[in-house]
């Protein structure tokens, strides 16, 4: 699991400072999981592809759900700087590491039970739900899910007078995001948007569904992983068990290499420009997400767009084999605004 240090939040900065980072926290899990994605070959693993798919989407309204609040409280989201667009191979923001004080590295990792577990790491609650044969991860520090608890408490301390959110400010329903969005005006509506963010992530301490009734992120990639459909079981104790195969191929991925921030594609013009067209589509989504959680509302409807464009150049990279290699490479996720 992340094991994050914990943050003070004494003061509405800290908590505009923790809720930053949450952000950026939400904006860090995209890349690995559209990366695993996009290494899928056509017409395979259609149950993985769509079950990490809906993931994407609910971490992306995670992320305006915590912009929102942000906002709630006078703070500016920033999404569209290189200081906080994470790099790959690297950590995520807050993480400490294991006990063992060595960093927790995310890598891009085409579809595969590495990129699973890595995910399921990312995922993982406090306390996850054992089933019957179960995951022996013993937590240390804070779960992501504790950090979102403890950013609740805080935000519960504020006075009315410190929620104003500007005009514009908040994002609301997008046909995208249809009945996911909505305005956070004050400490109710923040903590509504809270547990959304951690139930849609972690599930709970007695359910792996969330607040709608779906399987929380954490166990949709556990049921990849494992290649078994979990369900309702009322003759276990925990309500659930291990069932049916999921239909994972895990040879049905194309032959994407790993990290391709690391790779070297000078003397590659072909790789070069898939790369380069993929990181102009993902600098463009982040400028367009920015401005419209910091007044413009109406480009996300623009963000929406580049994110299909990022798909298109991706689906171009993927299949783009290397000079002299029989492999290709997928989007290494780098913010470069010359290009824009």
């Known amino acids: 699991m992340i094991r994050l240090a914990p943050q003070p939040m004494d003061t509405v900065d800290d908590m505009r400072h923790a809720l930053q980072k949450a952000i950026e926290l939400e904006l860090s899990t995209l890349p690995p ?49 290189a200081s906080v667009v994470p790099a790959y191979p690297g950590p995520l923001p807050y993480d400490i590491g294991g006990d063992d004080g060595e960093p927790f590295l995310v890598s891009l990792l085409p579809f595969s039970k590495k990129a699973m577990a890595q995910a399921i790491h990312i995922e993982e609650p406090e306390d996850p739900i054992k089933f019957s044969a179960g995951l022996e991860l013993a937590p240390t520090f804070q779960t992501i899910g504790e950090f979102y608890a403890a ?27 249809a009945g996911d969005l909505f305005p956070v005006v004050d400490y109710a509506s923040a903590s509504t948007a809270i547990s959304r ?61 790993k ?18 067209e993929c990181d102009r589509a993902f600098t463009v989504l982040l400028q367009e997400l920015e401005r419209a959680v910091t007044g413009e509302p109406g480009r996300m409807g623009n963000a929406v767009r580049a994110m299909f464009d990022l798909r298109m150049a991706a689906r171009v990279a993927v299949r783009t084999p290397l000079k002299g290699s029989k492999k290709s490479a997928g989007p290494a996720f780098r913010f470069r605004p010359e290009l824009v």
């Not at 990366?35 to 993931?55: M, T």
């Not at 950013?151 to 329903?173: I, N």
């Not at 990290?259 to 380069?276: C, L, N, R, V, Y």
Request: charged fraction near 25%; proline fraction near 8%.
């Open 197 to 257: 963010i951690v139930s849609e992530g972690e599930g709970t301490t007695k359910s792996p569904l969330d607040f709608e009734g779906d399987l929380a992120h954490y166990y949709r990639f556990e049921e990849i992983r494992r290649d078994r459909v979990l369900q309702k079981d009322a003759g276990k104790p925990e309500g659930f068990s291990w069932g049916p195969p999921l239909g994972v191929d895990w040879d049905g991925v194309l032959p994407v290499i």
């Open 151 to 177: 950013l609740d408490k805080a935000l519960g301390t504020l006075p009315p007078e410190v929620w104003a959110a500007p005009a514009g400010s908040q994002v609301t329903d997008h046909p995208f995001f």
């Open 259 to 276: 990290d391709p921030a690391e790779h070297d594609f000078a003397g590659d013009p072909a790789a070069q420009a898939a790369q380069d």
């Open 33 to 81: 999981y559209l990366y695993a994605v996009f290494s899928i070959e056509e017409g395979a693993n259609e149950a993985a592809r769509s079950r990490i798919g809906a993931i994407v989407l609910e971490e992306m309204t995670h992320m305006a759900l915590a912009c929102n609040i942000l906002n709630a409280i006078g703070g500016r989201p920033v999404l569209a700087q």
